[in-house]
């Protein structure tokens, strides 16, 4: 007796009664049944997952181990496309499995691999299943797009709103909580570590129902353009139809963007003063004036009468704005007799005194700031709209072009879809042939100004300062010691 395995792999849909997982049982029991030299070992089943890779088909893998511990003699299966639709899986598996002496009968194909001719036959069916795989692939990704351009959502829903056959709704309990994050960002500028702290004090829970929130989290939100209205769609990307594997879309395919898509949670005017604070706040980005992310003073100012760090405090204003001061934590947490230095320091008097240190710095400033205007000009020129960078997004489109044309003569599209498709990328092409004509030349003088302001101590840089601040002493009489990394003497200041 033979002990046979059957394969199948089935469709999710319900109303795909030819492909159901009843149907092929059925089928296969009778066909057993029909050879009394058979013996059913027994049946493995992935349901509703794609065929053109084996890594998530936990029942196909379960079967090749059992083979490979010599449970069966024969595995059958409905046909090519159902074993395998990636012709490299389907000739390395079948080549492993005769190898064990275990045979796959492809009962529609009529091809058993156990037969002299039957690799050639697997190769020349197992390559017109991977090829109709990649264009249900293309058709699929084509009817996306279209779906998208018409304001189809895809994705599940958010904090905030709802998100149901294709349609974003506002969830009134979850939008409270985003325009409190949206508020203390970016009208009580706070940071996203106390954003986070303070919701979780207040007992506000996360779209999960937990209380775990986080910086990342904040900052996620605080980027996310379906709050204030607009959709960008096609953020990620499967280029590869064989892996399903997903990555960042970078500019290989054009996002779907559709501005005033649904209700607003967040007016435009706070969502475009949030986006300016993020930038700001950036620490990774270069700005010769903006802030960094992390406070350039935490942990470099001390007290020169108890030796306790400063700690950094926020005061409002009679207009409504907030200053930062930096106070004695000693006399913070013991009170002020504890200390006695009774001095405060501003975060800009500080960025002040740091100019002032740096400027009283002996050394060729001018081959510094040469130096500094060379790798910021290259740095902006190398930025997202560079020529080079438009120029690549242009032979990208050339080739979308190109494949379109392609498709249409495959007959994967209509004449009507390839005249939209390709007016769409003529016009995205102009698009970019303009920007590239109207990049200006990089003002050098006008740069080399801005460096030259930092390097004299005459404009702050925080991404400097932190660099260069050794420790900052604050001192009862109002005398400030600043000392510099990799220098000996220290610099004098008053507070007066």
């Known amino acids: 007796m033979i002990k046979v395995a059957v394969y199948c792999r089935v469709s999710t849909d319900k109303d795909d009664q030819a492909n159901s997982f009843e149907a092929q049982q059925r089928y296969f029991k009778k066909y057993i049944d029909r050879m009394p030299e058979w013996d059913h070992y027994r049946t493995y089943a992935d349901e509703g997952i794609s065929g053109t890779s084996t890594i998530k088909r936990a029942q196909f893998n379960r079967m090749i181990a059992d083979a490979r511990e010599g449970r069966f003699g024969l595995i059958i299966t409905k046909e090519v496309s159902r074993f395998s639709r990636n012709i490299l899986d389907t000739i390395s598996y079948t080549r492993e499995l005769r190898a064990l002496g275990v045979g796959v009968l492809f009962v529609n194909d009529g091809i058993n691999t156990l037969e002299p001719d039957s690799e050639l036959r697997l190769s020349i069916m197992g390559s017109i299943a991977q090829e109709e795989s990649r264009k249900t692939s293309t058709r699929v990704k084509w009817g996306q797009t279209r ?115 649904h209700e607003p949670i967040i007016d435009r005017e706070l969502w475009d003063e949030v ?57 913070a947490m013991r009170g002020a007799e ?76 209509t004449e009507d879809e390839m005249r939209l498709m390709t007016e769409r990328y003529d016009g995205e092409l102009s698009a970019l042939r303009e920007k590239i004509a109207n990049i200006p030349a990089c003002e050098r003088d006008n740069l080399r100004n801005k460096v030259a302001a930092v390097v004299y101590g005459e404009a702050g840089c925080d991404t400097m300062y932190k660099m260069l601040l050794e420790k900052m002493t604050v001192y009862k009489d109002g005398r400030v010691a600043v000392r510099l990394k990799h220098l000996t003497e220290a610099f004098i200041f008053s507070l007066f």
């Open 338 to 413: 504890a200390c006695g230095v009774g001095r405060a320091i501003r975060d800009d008097a500080a960025a002040e005194i740091m100019g002032k240190a740096i400027a009283s710095i002996r050394f060729d400033r001018e081959l510094i700031i040469d130096n500094l205007t060379k790798l910021v000009s290259e740095a902006i020129q190398s930025g997202e709209e560079s020529a080079e960078k438009l120029a690549l997004g242009v032979d990208r489109l050339m080739k979308k072009k190109a494949s379109v044309l392609d498709s249409f003569i495959s007959e994967i599209i």
């Open 275 to 331: 986006q300016k604070e993020l930038k700001r706040r950036n620490r990774h980005t270069l700005s010769l004036s903006g802030r960094s992310n992390s406070y350039v003073f935490s942990g470099k100012i001390d007290c020169g009468e108890c030796g306790a760090s400063f700690v950094s405090r926020r005061k409002k204003r009679s207009d409504g704005s907030f200053v930062r001061r930096w106070c004695c934590g000693g006399a």
């Open 147 to 261: 779906q998208m351009e018409r304001g189809v959502v895809f994705g599940r829903s958010l904090l905030g709103y709802d998100v149901k056959g294709g349609i974003i709704s506002v969830n009134p309990e979850g939008a409270e909580i985003v325009r409190l994050i949206f508020r203390k960002y970016g009208i009580e500028n706070k940071s996203t570590s106390e954003i986070s702290r303070e919701l979780r004090e207040a007992g506000y829970k996360t779209l999960s129902g937990g209380d775990k929130w986080s910086c990342a989290h904040i900052i996620k939100i605080l980027n996310n353009e379906k709050y204030v209205g607009d959709l960008i769609q096609k953020k990620t990307i499967t280029p590869d139809y064989l892996s399903h594997t997903k990555k960042y879309n970078h500019g290989e395919e054009p996002m779907i963007t559709l501005r005033d898509h």
